[in-house]
């Protein structure tokens, strides 16, 4: 299948003090008193990603080919750096909606989550002048009918499933896979795009991203990914720009767990991405709205809007 080897890299633009983790310890009210670092860390995965030193004193990205991500961008953060959701653009990735203001889809009123839905997307397409496809649901906090929301609200797919269960946050999908690789169709003209996980044995081990892919041993994430790109032939991941910033301020009080899970090796992230991706120069990396395309034209129902 021409899908095979497709490696989708997503990363959800929210700044450090917007985590949900944290939300006990920042309020909402404070947040834009807080230190906005979201538009520097971005701007360093841009560079890491194009292997362009500029801005960036590490390692970057070895490739022949041109890489392209989804950046799933906060309607807050959009609204303070319109210039950076342009910038995105104009480096040939792909703008989709991470919401407005990061409430659990699985809290609040239908209407307040169908208004988030339909102006995160309609701030974006304000600011880049073009369509937005993809929504991905803060903490993954996705359901069966958060999906069909979704869909009404006029997204092309959605990226809000990861079945890693242990997470409470997360939320549930029965999702049949019907042929159209690693994403499956819900609708005729709407597709669901989970992360990537691995599984053994019945058992879900978490290789998607964020914070496992920092605490894990560089070499077994990476062979975690091979044996999912033989299995399932495409991978997902995704990943926050806070992830590459050592120098975020430190959140006093926390409970241990969020503590260790939010600063886990922040420090050695960016390289450790550089790695990942530069071990996989075989592969084609692409957008979810590019793999989402791919699946539709192969498939028998044809090429979506
Ligand atoms: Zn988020």
Partial sequence: MKLDNSIILTFDVEDWF???????N????????????????????????????????????????????????????????????????ARGHEVASHGFYHNLCSEGSLQDLINDLSDS??????????PVHGYRAPSFSIS??????IAECGYTYDSSYNSFAANTRYGRLELISNGCGIAVRVLPSFF????????????????????????????LFKRAVKSILEKQGSYLFYMHPWEI??????????????????YVNLDSA??????????????????CKDYIDMVAADTAQGPIR
């Fill in 245 to 262: 910033d050592p120098q975020q301020p430190r959140v006093k009080n926390l409970p241990f767990s969020y503590r260790f899970r939010h």
């Fill in 18 to 24: 917007q985590v949900e983790n944290l939300k006990k």
């Fill in 121 to 130: 997307r309609k701030l974006l397409e304000d600011i880049t002048g073009s």
């Fill in 270 to 287: 960016a390289s450790k991405l550089v790695d990942f991706i530069s071990s996989f120069g075989g592969c084609r990396f692409i957008t």
């Fill in 144 to 149: 069966p009918k958060v999906l069909s929301l």
């Fill in 26 to 89: 920042i309020s909402f009210s404070s947040w834009s008193e807080r230190e906005l670092r979201v538009e520097q860390n971005t701007l360093r995965l841009l560079d890491l990603l194009e292997g362009s030193p500029k801005a960036w004193g590490g390692d970057v990205c070895k490739r022949n080919e041109p890489l392209r991500a989804t950046f799933f961008i906060l309607g807050w953060v959009a609204e303070r750096v319109p210039h950076l959701v342009r910038e995105i653009v």
């Fill in 192 to 219: 669901e795009l989970p992360v990537s996980n691995l599984e053994i044995a019945g058992h879900i081990i978490p290789m998607g991203g964020g914070g496992y892919f920092r605490l894990m041993p560089a070499l």
